[in-house]
């Protein structure tokens, strides 16, 4: 049987002209951080940007945007996501008062569902969704529910992340996913992900050189912009934003 959430989840996007899940192999290479600043340039752009934050174990999009947690957001047919510096942002962070959320696989995928399915994204240019790390069940969800996604894979040039990296990329070439590219962040020398781009025939978006102030910004979503990081960001999210069919 159907779940019938997997149609309201179709019937919720329809009026969202990109979907662009960010993902990475493993964690701690600042996915989240490029999730939320994208959110930010794009809104600067013009855009109409929605922001979803789908790491339900490790939930950061709101500390980086300083968003008020405090309130549930408003429910008419569906959750309306509140707005946050100019876009909408939904998290499960509302619900779970930022508390630790042990869920299992099926409860995560469960609770995945359930919160896409409910949030009234009405007409948007760009859903960012801000995925958690690996290759998981809420990954696999997305790619079963989201055939129109555009995936933006997040990356470092350490050592460790090359290999995950590498199967990463296999995964979504082997389901057919588009790929918009590979962000290589905290760049501090030269690159070590372009020769894996250009080896899966996938873009490289460009490269984030490592700054060490971005932390400082933290909370404070205008001061990101102006940092080294947001300058960079800024440069990926215009390619970005010309790749689409507008």
Do not use: C
């Not at 995925?131 to 969800?141: A, C, E, V």
């Not at 590979?182 to 899966?200: F, G, P, Q, Y």
């Amino acid at each position: 049987m159907i779940d019938p959430r997997v149609k309201a989840i179709e019937e919720r996007t329809k009026d969202v002209k990109r979907i662009i899940p960010v993902v990475s192999g493993k964690g701690g290479v600042g996915k989240s951080l490029v999730s939320a600043t994208l959110s930010l340039i794009l809104k600067d752009m013009g855009y109409k940007v929605g922001l979803l934050d789908l790491d339900f174990h490790g939930a950061s999009a709101h500390i980086i945007l300083n968003a008020d947690i405090s309130k549930l957001p408003e429910e008419e047919k569906g959750v309306i996501p509140p707005e946050v510096e100019g876009f909408k942002f939904m998290s499960i962070v509302f619900y779970s008062e930022d508390k630790a959320t042990p869920l299992r696989g099926i409860e995560i995928s469960d609770a995945l569902i359930e919160l896409m399915a409910i949030t009234r994204w009405n007409t948007l240019d760009f859903l960012i969704i801000d995925m958690p790390p690996g290759m998981g069940d809420q990954l696999l969800d997305i790619l079963r529910f989201l055939k129109r996604g555009e995936f933006v894979v997040v990356a470092t040039p350490s050592p460790l992340t090359i290999n995950v990296v590498q199967k990463l990329l296999s995964l979504l070439i082997e389901q057919k996913m588009k790929i918009l590219g590979i962000i290589e962040n905290m760049v501090r020398d030269l690159s070590t992900i372009k020769k894996i781009a250009a080896e899966k025939n996938v873009e490289y978006l460009g490269e984030v050189k490592f700054d060490p102030n971005i932390d400082r910004s933290i909370g404070r979503a205008k001061d990101i912009l102006t940092t080294n990081f947001g300058r960079d960001i800024k440069k990926i999210a215009e390619k970005i934003s010309r790749s689409g069919d507008y």
